[in-house]
């Protein structure tokens, strides 16, 4: 089946600095990846769609100059954490649609997930 | 930083039992819905999925429902086991989009 690995699964970093995070469709080419940030005991909340090739597409409310995507080819997207502070800690966890992105026609196979520490 | 969303609901069931989880989505237009299962600390996982133009579909040990008219699905688990411990989500896609319900979080009482 389709798996999409993620790395890495913890980082502690300082204040200020930046921080990214791979994922990775290893099986399987994804044209399209979603980036989800989860805090604790709280559902996924959907940060940004990654595209190959094409500007990221953000949700309302979350910053595009601090949370950095790029989808550089059919099998790899990053997220960097520029800037980061406490409050930027979480869970943060990639998906990617098991083929072509289609409604109603793809399920989502996750990353085990990034756990980013602040100090 | 503020954490975002409502905090999730609980389930207990004894072991043996059968669990009953439910989720409220919002988009009429959704057209296809997902439940995920989420282990402590790793990614969300795939249970089982269906599309808007049925109401029931089953697998092993889990079958969902979904009622349209008040945009209602349920997760049942048959025969509740210690390892189906968990976080349990539903996730609509609505366009090129999936979106997250709150989730029910699972314990299994042996």
């Known amino acids: 089946g389709a798996v999409v690995s993620q790395h890495p699964s913890r980082v502690i970093c300082k204040s200020g600095t930046s921080v990214k995070i791979e994922c990775r469709s290893l099986?399987?080419?994804?044209?399209?990846m979603f980036w989800y940030r989860q805090f604790p005991k709280k559902s996924l909340m959907l940060m940004a769609t990654?595209?190959?090739?094409?500007?990221?597409?953000?949700e309302q409310g979350v910053e595009k100059d601090k949370f950095l995507i790029n989808h550089a080819s059919l099998t790899l997207s990053t997220l960097t954490v520029t800037s980061a502070h406490p409050e930027d800690s979480s869970f943060y966890i990639c998906s990617a649609p098991n083929g072509p992105f289609r409604s109603g026609a793809n399920v989502l196979t996750f990353g085990a997930g990034s756990r980013l520490t602040v100090l | 930083g503020e954490s975002v969303g409502l905090h999730l609901p609980t389930l207990s069931v004894q072991e043996g039992d059968n669990s009953i989880i439910n989720c409220a989505y919002s988009?009429?237009?959704?057209?296809?819905f997902i439940w995920y299962k989420q282990e402590s600390g790793k990614g969300p996982q795939f249970i089982i999925d269906?599309?808007?133009?049925?109401d029931k579909r089953q697998g092993q040990r889990v079958t969902v429902l979904l009622n349209k008219t008040v945009k209602h699905l349920s997760l049942q688990i048959a025969a509740t086991q210690p390892g189906d411990s968990a976080v349990y989500f539903c996730a609509e896609n609505t366009g090129n989009q999936f979106y997250f319900g709150t989730g029910t979080s699972l314990t299994v009482i042996p």
């Open positions: 269906i599309r808007s133009n049925m």
């Open positions: 990654s595209n190959e090739g094409s500007k990221a597409t953000y």
């Open positions: 099986d399987f080419q994804a044209t399209t």
């Open positions: 988009n009429s237009a959704s057209d296809y």
